[in-house]
């Protein structure tokens, strides 16, 4: 089966500047996550949908980052405008069901670089 | 708050055992699972306890404490390849999950 797909794998933009990460996870799985993962950190949830419903978005700073899960697939997250501190992976997960969000599936990543 | 403490570097030799220590303070728990990440790679996942006790996955065991708010993974015949950083993270009671900072592990030949 085809894992998750995200695209860009890389990305460098000034700051101030907007950027948009696109993730397909697997098929069939409901649930799809974003996480931020600074270089020595661990990842950090930003956003969790159930389908295309809003489960947990606590940690995402509503006032720059925005995300959408159209039809309940595709995702695509986007920052605007970008800071420094920004720099970072950006990791879709996917898991089966939101009970199984212990056993999650990743995809490359797409790395940012705020300049 | 939330917290989970894990060493931040462990070395071992190649063909040893290694054992990568977890605690755990969280608002709900519901399991604790592993995962590995190679540099520049996704983290795949390893294992997931809910239960007290040891879970064996080839060379790979992961156990748990929940009156211990204690788990350890447990890495046999250790391989170059199992160079790689090992992150404990929880289940909590909202369905998330939550990660630790990682262990970085340097196997040497």
């Known amino acids: 089966e085809a894992g998750v797909a995200q695209s860009p794998r890389y990305k460098i933009i000034e700051k101030r500047q907007s950027v948009a990460f696109w993730c397909n996870p697997i098929s069939g799985h409901a649930t799809l996550y974003w996480y931020q993962q600074i270089l020595g950190q661990g990842p950090k949830l930003l956003i969790q949908?159930?389908?295309?419903?809003?489960?947990?978005d606590s940690q995402l700073p509503k006032d720059r980052f925005s995300a959408e899960r159209l039809k309940g697939v595709d995702s695509t997250l986007k920052i605007q405008p970008a800071k420094l501190e920004d720099s970072a992976v950006y990791l879709c997960?996917?898991?089966?069901?939101?009970?199984?969000?212990?056993?999650?599936?990743f995809g490359p990543g797409t790395r940012l670089t705020v300049t | 708050g939330q917290s989970l403490e894990q060493p931040s570097e462990v070395t071992a030799v190649e063909g040893a055992i290694v054992q990568i220590n977890c605690t755990y303070q969280?608002?709900?728990?519901?399991?604790l699972s592993w995962y590995q990440q190679h540099d520049g790679g996704a983290p795949t996942f390893l294992s997931y306890?809910?239960?007290?006790g040891l879970e064996e996955t080839g060379r790979f065991s992961s156990f748990l404490s929940r009156s211990d708010s204690y788990g350890y993974l447990l890495l046999q015949e250790l391989q170059m390849k199992d160079s790689a950083s090992y992150f404990c993270a929880v289940k909590d009671s909202s369905y998330k999950l939550i990660f630790g900072s990682g262990t970085r592990l340097l196997v040497r030949p």
């Open positions: 997960a996917s898991s089966l069901v939101v009970d199984k969000t212990y056993e999650q599936y």
């Open positions: 949908f159930q389908n295309n419903g809003v489960v947990d």
């Open positions: 969280t608002s709900g728990f519901y399991g």
């Open positions: 306890n809910a239960l007290d």
